[in-house]
């Protein structure tokens, strides 16, 4: 498996020293990073996959297509591998460094299969937890923790007499109800979030709280211009992709997907919006 710097887009040439350090932009020689790969078949040229990010994703995809005899070459603009997966060290009030992992560390077996499957072929261990929401408000006086049922739901004992929160909590289950029969019905189409609620008669923020929409800002525009330039610049630079040893198929699947994903922003198939809640004061 070999490493590039996003911003060079150059291998590091190999430590020719065994054991010493790995340097910046190159793969530490651990066997669980998959620096080993399967032996090709004999004759067959090996085929070659670029994984963009060292993340938790990005190390599990490398591991495994490395395991199975592909060439890979995975780009990280970091100096480090791990994305968000990441220990630090913060001082102690006694003056002592104290290592802390970060990243998200919760995963099931139903969702999770690869990455259990990893975890027993590492030897890593796990351990049951809890998963849940809560969230506490000084403003509006919102406490809950779902995953507590009643305890949780009505963690303060005056929203038993508020009816606004009392017919939020009413529409869930009913959400959850019309979104599962929207998902059944293969003539249903695909509604935006907006239009479901909007068809559901759903309340909203600004309906059961003091919260009002005051600004809405649609960067569809943007990430489409910005995945103009991408998918430009790529096919501006093909010759250099396949001098990395990847094929017509995967440059020109990479020059669809740009395309595609630009075509969804600029009809607004695809959209990202950034909302601006304020609080209404004049509402009890």
Same mark, same amino acid.
């Given at each position: ?23 910046? &932009? ?7 990073? &998959?620096?080993?790969?399967?032996? #090709?078949?004999? +004759? ?5 996959? %670029? ?6 994703? +990005? ?35 006694? +003056? ?16 999770? #299969? ?55 909590? %009413? ?7 019309? %979104?599962?029969? =929207?998902?059944?019905? #293969? ?7 907006? !239009? ?14 003091? =919260? ?5 800002? %649609?960067? +569809? #525009? ?25 094929? !017509? ?12 994903? !630009? ?22």
């Amino acid at each position: 498996m070999t490493v590039f710097d996003t911003v060079s887009a150059a291998p590091d040439p190999p430590d020719p020293q065994a054991g010493a350090a790995p340097q910046a &932009g190159t793969a530490p020689a651990a066997p669980h990073l &998959g620096t080993a790969a399967a032996a #090709p078949r004999p +004759g067959a040229r090996p085929r070659t996959v %670029a994984v963009v990010g060292s993340g938790v994703a +990005g190390l599990t995809a490398a591991y495994r297509l490395s395991r199975a005899g592909v060439e890979v070459a995975l780009f990280e603009a970091d100096d480090r591998l791990g994305g968000h997966a990441h220990t630090q060290e913060a001082v102690g009030r006694d +003056g002592r460094a104290v290592p802390l992992d970060t990243g998200f560390l919760v995963h099931n077996e139903r969702t999770y #299969p690869h990455l259990v499957n990893l975890f027993a072929e590492l030897g890593v261990r796990t351990r049951d937890s809890e998963m849940s929401m809560s969230v506490r408000c000084d403003g509006c006086g919102l406490e809950y923790a779902g995953a507590r049922g009643p305890v949780g739901l009505f963690a303060r004992p005056d929203v038993l007499v508020r009816r606004r929160y009392l017919r939020l909590l %009413a529409e869930v289950p009913r959400f959850h109800r019309l %979104a599962r029969r =929207l998902l059944a019905d #293969p003539g249903a189409g695909e509604p935006s979030l907006r !239009e479901f609620l909007a068809s559901g008669r759903f309340g909203t923020a600004t309906r059961h709280t003091r =919260l009002r929409l005051t600004r809405d800002d %649609a960067f +569809g #525009p943007h990430y489409a211009e910005t995945l103009r330039l991408w998918r430009e610049r790529f096919t501006e630079r093909s010759p250099q992709v396949a001098a990395l040893g990847f094929d !017509e198929v995967f440059r020109r699947m990479w020059e669809l997907y740009l395309a595609h994903s !630009e075509a969804g922003f600029r009809t607004g198939y695809l959209d990202l919006h950034q909302l601006l809640l304020t609080r209404d004061e004049d509402r009890p």
